[in-house]
């Protein structure tokens, strides 16, 4: 049995339909109008998100009572919380569950006043009798008790006791660096300007730099993962998103390796590739190493296809694709490789291969004696230990020397500059808060998240086993859905599987006004980095 | 936060301890008193304890688990929060938390190993409802999970005195002893070492006076704090084996509404 909710019309007025998936012809019956709706809103709120399980209590009964077809019942279903936002849309999906774009509904409504827009991140039960997922636990117990600028904001924590499922909230980003770079090598065919790129960077460090200093790892960094504000208060500021796979790493019970491979083959750090059981912080450096040279080439520095079903975190076309851009690596400048295991027991005869010619400038186009290129070289140090850390990025020289980096990382380096304006996220406008296509229920709710599930578990594995022609387009069949599906597991998620997509028209309005906040910006905010002592 | 207790939710926790010991309203029209609603307190943390011991979790998993329990009834009731499950519920969240799970086909099997047979099934429960509670502690817990304890401190403010021989002796401390009081919720943990390694210097004739004077504390709440733990020593004394006596946590249970 399951529920519906339609979001109809500018005002929004919500149906709340009953679908009964288990009958012939999969009836839905429209239970409620808008009117009683609107009543039934107002008791709700009066009732209070606390009693949230006395009210699942009562509307058990009420269903056991009816025979669970009673539609009255199914109207109890909504949880009080849901009131509070306006449901948009589904905005991407992952291994964890699905994530929406929402908005806040303002407190004093009226006629064209919008509330702040809310990503609502849904996680599914992990397994049946595993109760919340541990990436759940871990994104709400880091989340909750950090607070820094480049960090996304835990806004909010619902739950929805009916179903068992976990909602969290968080200030909604309208772009992410693996989408920029997208639309740069797509669509613009030109580099990001390097003012772009340094704010960018710089961003990155300093909220790393937070997390580093707060000893938590977030070993997950990928483009898909760093947000970027679009207009508005905060528009350019980068947000360092999916803590999913975070860790506290100042006393750990059990060795870090044990909880599963991390890191997305492409980001993924050579000791860990080596098998290293204690890695550190330094993880997080060589993936913004990659990420820097990813803003600088448009392309994936390192894309090794990934072998299937590995139980560890060996990846030898990987570790291929590293030697190949940055040399050998030599136990006289890394002695702790001699002890990883992977290089150890050298059943790949990983150790013979020889690359004599570092070509990593040429990749990055960048000279071998700028700053620039000394940054990128000291991030991509195979020992962990002589990798530069995220405190001493900050303080390079590359962040000293025009053009320095500044708060908002989207504005032209330059006064007459073009503004490039980033297409805004794709909001698949017919699927609510249940994951549910409405309009056309063609399966029943579980059925379809389960699906979800399932396609995003398997893809990250198969997905570069496809010839890789530079990054796999977005746009077309099933395969590069279900890959976004995947890469994108974070709130960072973009393309709603299979379903075609409506872009949005946000991104394409108010160039004048976007011009006259830049100056301002820029008059107020000459450099940035000198301020950054106050974080 | 995860380095610095000053910065972290545990901290902006704390509460007076007055408010601890407050017996919420809805026990307290079912009759509940103060000394009643500790008494559970202490008896669902040796439970919570006995459970961690079948199930073999680290320490710290365990601590968490009692400050998850102890910081529940500070907000509900036990009439509405039944304890026998929010327990065992404390116990599978903090395994979660602390990067340990525990399944908790695990705990149901235990829990029903431990509290045998005849009125003991009043602490059974099935899965279901654990999983039901899990939901209702995050939210009882307001998402504030990370917990802060004694142990790291404690081992660190020994090897600054010179008295590692002592480790042995002050660890029992935090290990079995402040978990049963609500000790926890009130002071920084940090406190509740130098506490420890005060009663333990002072039963051990250890001279760490100009130690505790070099390290500018307030010595009152030390004191204060030792004296609390030694009193909970005199007035339960518990047996390390068994807990407290059933006949006198039956007819406090009793009171709790039976379960649906």
């Known amino acids: 049995m399951g529920w519906a909710v339609f979001l109809l019309g500018p005002n929004c007025i919500i149906l709340l339909v009953h679908i009964t998936p288990t009958l012939p012809g999969r009836s839905v019956r429209i239970v409620t109008g808008p009117t009683s709706q609107a009543k039934q809103a107002e008791r709700h709120r009066s009732v209070g998100g606390e009693d949230d399980g006395e009210e699942s209590r009562r509307r058990r009964q009420a269903g056991a009572a009816s025979g669970m077809g009673d539609g009255r019942a199914g109207g109890a279903n909504r949880p009080a919380w849901l009131q509070q936002y306006e449901l948009v849309g589904k905005i991407g999906e992952g291994t964890y569950g699905l994530v929406f774009l929402a908005r806040l509904k303002p407190a004093h409504p009226a006629p064209g006043r919008r509330g702040p827009p809310i990503a609502i991140k849904k996680f599914k039960q992990s397994k049946e009798g595993d109760g919340v997922s541990p990436t759940a636990i871990r994104e709400i117990m880091l989340l909750r008790e950090i607070n820094h600028e480049n960090v996304v904001k835990l806004v909010n924590v619902h739950i929805n006791h009916a179903d068992m499922s976990l909602y969290l909230a968080f200030d909604y980003a309208e772009h992410d660096l693996y989408e920029i770079i997208r639309h740069h090598r797509e669509k613009l065919n030109a580099p990001i300007n390097p003012y772009t790129v340094k704010s960018l960077l710089w961003q990155l460090l300093n909220g790393l730099n937070y997390l580093h200093s707060n000893w938590i790892i977030h070993r997950d960094l990928k483009p898909s993962n760093i947000l970027v504000m679009g207009e508005g208060e905060e528009h350019g500021i980068i947000k360092i998103a999916d803590f999913g796979l975070a860790r506290i790493y100042q006393a750990p019970l059990k060795a870090l390796c044990d909880n599963g491979v991390v890191v997305t083959i492409w980001y993924r750090a050579p000791e860990l590739l080596l098998g290293a059981k204690h890695y550190t912080s330094a993880v997080d450096m060589w993936a913004v190493g990659c990420i820097f040279a990813e803003l600088l080439t448009l392309k994936p520095l390192f894309q090794g296809v990934e072998a299937k079903n590995t139980p560890n975190p060996f990846q030898l076309d990987q570790l291929d694709k590293i030697f190949k851009v940055l040399g050998h690596p030599t136990v006289e400048k890394w002695p702790t490789l001699a002890n990883l295991p992977w290089w150890q027991n050298d059943q790949q005869h990983i150790q013979g291969h020889k690359y004599e010619n570092p070509g990593l400038h040429n990749i990055v186009h960048l000279p071998q004696k700028s700053p620039a290129f000394d940054l990128l070289s000291k991030m991509l140090e195979y020992d962990p230990r002589k990798r530069i850390t995220a405190a001493q990025a900050l303080e390079h020289e590359y962040f000293r020397m025009d053009p320095l980096p500044g708060r908002n990382a989207l504005l032209p380096s330059q006064p007459g500059e073009k503004i490039v304006q980033y297409p805004v996220r794709p909001v698949d406008t017919t699927t609510d808060f249940e994951g549910t296509t409405s309009l056309q229920p063609t399966q029943p709710p579980s059925g379809n998240a389960a699906q979800g599930q399932s396609v995003s578990r398997s893809m990250p594995r198969q997905m570069p086993q496809q010839p890789m022609v530079g990054m796999p387009r977005v746009a077309a069949g099933t395969n590069m859905a279900a890959f976004n599906a995947a890469s994108q597991a974070g709130m960072a998620g973009l393309n709603p599987g299979n379903i075609p997509m409506q872009r949005g028209t946000g991104g394409q309005s108010h160039p004048h006004q976007l011009r006259r906040k830049a100056d301002q910006g820029m008059m107020q905010n000459p450099g940035y980095p000198q301020q950054k002592r106050r974080f | ?260």
């Open chain 2, 1 to 260: 936060m995860a380095a610095n207790f000053w910065t972290s939710s545990h901290c902006k926790q704390l509460l007076d301890p007055e408010d601890v010991e407050l017996v919420p309203a809805a026990d307290r029209e079912r009759g509940i008193t103060p000394e009643e609603f500790r008494l559970v307190k202490i008896h669902m943390s040796f439970h919570i304890w006995r459970l961690a011991q079948q199930v073999k979790v680290r320490q710290r998993v365990i601590a968490t688990a009692v400050t998850y329990f102890r910081r529940v009834y500070t907000r509900k009731s036990m009439s509405e929060y039944d304890p026998r499950l929010v327990a065992p519920t404390c116990l599978y969240l903090a395994s979660k938390v602390e990067e340990s799970t525990v399944q908790a086909r695990l705990l149901v099997f235990y829990i029903k190993k431990m509290c045998g047979t005849g009125s003991d099934d009043k602490y059974w429960f099935e899965i279901k409802d654990i999983l039901e509670m899990e939901m209702k502690l995050l939210e009882a817990l307001d998402y504030y999970l990370v917990v802060f304890h004694p142990y790291r401190p404690l081992l660190q403010l020994l090897q600054d005195a010179g008295i590692t021989d002592l480790t042995q002796f002050a660890w029992q401390g935090p290990r079995e002893d402040t978990y049963k009081m609500d000790l926890i919720l009130i002071y920084p943990p940090y406190m509740i070492a130098l506490a420890c390694i005060y009663i333990a210097s002072a039963l051990k004739d250890k001279d760490t006076t100009s130690w505790f004077e070099e390290l500018r504390v307030d010595m009152n709440i030390v004191k204060n704090i030792s004296m609390e733990i030694l009193d909970f020593y005199d007035t339960y004394k518990i047996d390390p084996q068994r807990g407290l006596p059933d006949d006198k946590i039956s007819p406090v249970l009793n009171k709790l509404p039976a379960k649906p």
